[in-house]
């Protein structure tokens, strides 16, 4: 589904012998923010957004679980 782009336009007359003055101006974050909000919507809710944060709870549960093994390992070392 494609949402319309905004875009600002500024048309400037001079009554001098000056030609006319268009300025458009299109903003490429819009276009980003509304790419990475379509991203968030799709990752972050729904079935799947639950699953990637079940998924990154086990990813950081286990990184913090080797961490501490190997911190573990190292301090209780026997000499």
């Known amino acids: 589904m494609m ?3 905004e875009s600002s336009i500024r048309y ?4 001098n012998s000056r030609p006319d003055e268009v300025h458009v101006a299109s903003g490429p974050s819009t276009e980003e923010a509304s790419g990475w ?5 799709k990752l972050c809710s729904g079935k799947l ?5 079940v998924l990154g ?5 286990w990184v913090v679980f ?13 000499k």
């Open 57 to 61: 709870g086990v990813a950081l549960f």
């Open 37 to 41: 909000q379509r991203v968030s919507q």
């Open 66 to 78: 080797i961490l501490g093994y190997i911190t573990g390992y190292y301090v209780h070392k026997c």
């Open 49 to 53: 957004g639950i699953a990637m944060k």
């Open 12 to 15: 400037s007359r001079w009554e």
């Open 3 to 5: 949402e319309p782009q």
